[in-house]
């Protein structure tokens, strides 16, 4: 059986129960990061085995870890932070389980995304999770998808490429859409910041440098034209 644990995003007591009873209880532990998931295991007094499992060796770690499940073993995949499979390794070796009809337990848990969107203030009755955009290649066709996109949508962007993407929204969404920012979730210096495009990114340059943790940034979707809204209307 395999089992995808979501990890704490930052403070440590959002780790769930059943995430400490799984970790006790496997045979092995895949990490995205040994040495990052070592401090986690440490400080909740866990010693279960390790195992390297990140994007540079899934590929030819999957056939590997395959057979371990075959022969019975009970696996744990975990990343850095948040759940697996989210903007993290894990989508192969779930798939190449169900492949084989190996069991797939995913135990619910922290995740960026979700607290970022209830905090924003922007409608989350409905979104898109885009995630990273490409760095080059495929990022302005994405961009143009999203500036069009009738719901909320989510992005993962690193602190020093926030200004950035912000100023390419603007070109894309237009400065005076409402988008929200928000960094270092869960831990002390947490912070989220809702405004206009225009609004953030005047905000941002004046903490340049300053700007630190995972950031999330939740956009507000394009507008509905007013003859769509006026029908939306009457039908209420």
Known sequence: MLYLVPTP??????????????LKSVDLILAEDTRTSGKLLKHFAITTSL???????????????????????????????????????????????????????????????????????????????????????????????????PHTFVLYESPHRLIKCLEQL???????RMASVSRELTKLH??????????????????AGKVKGEIVIVVEGMEKPAKEKKYKSNED
């Open 51 to 149: 195992r390297s499992f990140h994007q540079h060796n899934e590929h030819r770690a999957v056939e590997p870890i395959l057979e371990l499940l075959k022969a019975g073993q009970k696996i744990a995949l975990i990343s850095d932070a948040g759940t697996p499979g989210i903007s993290d390794p894990g989508f192969l070796l779930a798939r190449a389980c169900k492949d084989a009809d190996l069991e797939v337990v995913a135990l619910p848990g922290a995740t960026a995304v979700i607290p970022a969107i209830v905090a924003s203030g922007l409608p989350s009755d409905k979104f898109f999770f885009e995630g990273f955009l490409p760095h080059k290649k495929g990022r302005h066709t994405r961009l143009l998808f999203l500036a069009t996109f």
């Open 170 to 176: 603007k070109e894309h969404c237009g400065g005076e």
């Open 190 to 207: 947490e912070e989220v910041k809702t405004a206009s495009i225009d609004g953030l990114i005047e905000y941002f340059s004046n903490k």
């Open 9 to 22: 995003i930052g403070n440590l007591s959002d780790i769930t129960l059943r995430a400490l009873e799984v």
